[in-house]
């Protein structure tokens, strides 16, 4: 009996999760939450404040929770964004935790922090640096790969061709916030996926999608037209 209300109480706390209740601000965040659900592999473009994280990180809880995967991946190139604080302390995977933040916070959002600590313990969400991808392979679990702008041509061969047995892959980035010199591999992809007509859908933000706040919109659109 006892048994019984502990599993109803944890059904109901699954079904109020907030990844069960993501409430798009647009039609395109609709279109990327649709082609998450049914893709194997999505790319999605768009500048900072455009809710591509977000999107991304509640849907994967979302198809988590529903018990269609058994493991959410995280990774993102190591690449700055400049100027640098120095090395952080720790394993690799602790060295890029402070990085890939962002997307965590919207996972522990969506799973709830009592589901997400126990998803952490059991590393049924890892956090796997670029380097270590090759010679994988992902199954039953969700990819997703930030910053993606920054990787080579070589990094996304890695990744990409590392999916297995029911894996998903969502590849988040900007062109505009390439902090390598060579940042076209991204968008080149783009275009080979559709030259040989790899089923991975595009999903295109622009600046009239931003709805982090009307200042972040205005200065993104300041920053794109003088380049920067």
Not at 70 to 94: A, C, H, M, Q, W
Not at 185 to 205: K, N, Q, S, T
Request: charged fraction near 25%; include cysteine; hydrophobic fraction near 35%.
């Amino acid at each position: 009996m006892a048994r019984a209300k502990k599993k109803e109480t944890f059904v109901n706390e699954i079904k109020s999760s907030a990844a069960f209740h993501i409430q798009p601000k647009n039609p395109t965040q609709q279109y990327l939450l649709d082609c998450i659900d049914q893709s194997v592999m999505t790319i999605c473009i768009g500048p900072a404040g455009t809710g591509k994280t977000f999107c991304t990180g509640m849907k994967a809880a979302q198809l988590t929770l529903k018990g269609g995967y058994d493991k959410i991946v995280l990774t993102r190139p190591n690449v700055s964004t400049g100027r640098s604080l120095g090395y952080f302390p720790g394993s690799v995977e602790e060295k890029m935790t402070p990085w890939l933040k962002p997307i965590m916070n919207v996972l522990q959002d969506g799973l709830g922090k009592g589901r997400y600590d126990y998803m952490v313990s059991k590393e049924q969400i890892q956090v796997q640096p670029i380097e270590t991808i090759r010679g994988n392979s992902f199954e039953d679990c969700i990819i997703i790969v930030d910053e993606s702008q920054n990787l080579n041509m070589s990094e996304i061969k890695a990744i990409t061709t590392r999916i297995g047995e029911n894996a998903k892959l969502v590849l988040l980035g900007d062109p505009a916030q390439s902090d390598v010199h060579d940042g076209e591999a991204l968008d080149e992809f783009v275009e080979m996926c559709h030259h040989y007509g790899i089923e991975a859908p595009i999903v295109r933000f622009t600046t009239d999608h931003i709805v982090r706040s009307d200042i972040v919109a205005q200065l993104v659109k300041m920053f794109a037209r003088n380049n920067i």
